[in-house]
């Protein structure tokens, strides 16, 4: 029982931690929309680099970061054992 409640604890952790990224990498573009037309293209943000402004990097940045808090405190609450590396373990997989 010990082994698949830490094997949930990854996985879960990891999905609610993506879904906290994507949440606020969402809700962030529709708050602050990036300059230039369709930014979803990388050749379109290149080409706009220079239109961005430090207010734009806040978003990406705080979503990584509370993203993988969240997903890392899911799986430390979730694992029966090793609680720290399925912390540490999200925080490596999310992050990187």
Known sequence: MTIIRNILAFII???????????IITAGMALLP????????????????????PKHFITPFLAHAIGTLVGALVAYF?????????????????TG
């Not at 952790?13 to 949440?23: K, L, R, S």
């Open 13 to 23: 952790g990891a999905v609610v931690g993506g879904a906290v990224n994507m949440a």
């Open 34 to 53: 990036p300059p230039g037309a369709g930014s979803t293209d990388a050749n379109v943000i290149a080409a706009n680099i220079h239109l961005y402004e």
């Open 78 to 94: 979730i694992a029966a054992s090793y609680k720290a590396t399925f912390a540490y373990a999200i925080g490596v997989l999310l």
